[in-house]
């Protein structure tokens, strides 16, 4: 018994089709959870960024000034952002 050419075929674009489909739902998945994923993570820096802000905004507020004595003042220097080579 043999099948038509036709037939085959038809059977052959369904599965593509359902592939296609499969393809982009795991497409669509994935950039969900990507987006997911960075938005976990970023938000704690987030965080941090508009404390130091407001840090930053308070230590002017005060008045404090760089190169003061105190140890309030010593906190408004930068912090290094590399270690010195050993």
């Given at each position: 018994?043999?099948?038509?050419l036709d037939a085959?075929?038809?059977?052959?674009?369904?599965?593509q089709a359902g592939?296609?489909?499969?393809g982009?739902?795991?497409?669509?998945?994935?950039?969900?959870?990507?987006a997911f994923i960075a938005r976990r993570i970023l938000s704690p820096v987030r965080q941090l960024v508009h404390g130091a802000?407001?840090?930053e905004g308070l230590a002017e507020t005060l008045g404090l000034e760089e190169g003061h004595?105190?140890?309030?003042?010593?906190?408004?220097?930068?912090?290094?952002t590399s270690r010195p080579a050993s």
């Amino acid at each position: 018994m043999q099948r038509s050419l036709d037939a085959e075929m038809a059977f052959l674009r369904a599965m593509q089709a359902g592939l296609v489909a499969l393809g982009a739902l795991a497409l669509v998945l994935a950039v969900a959870a990507g987006a997911f994923i960075a938005r976990r993570i970023l938000s704690p820096v987030r965080q941090l960024v508009h404390g130091a802000e407001a840090a930053e905004g308070l230590a002017e507020t005060l008045g404090l000034e760089e190169g003061h004595r105190r140890p309030v003042g010593r906190l408004r220097r930068p912090i290094p952002t590399s270690r010195p080579a050993s």
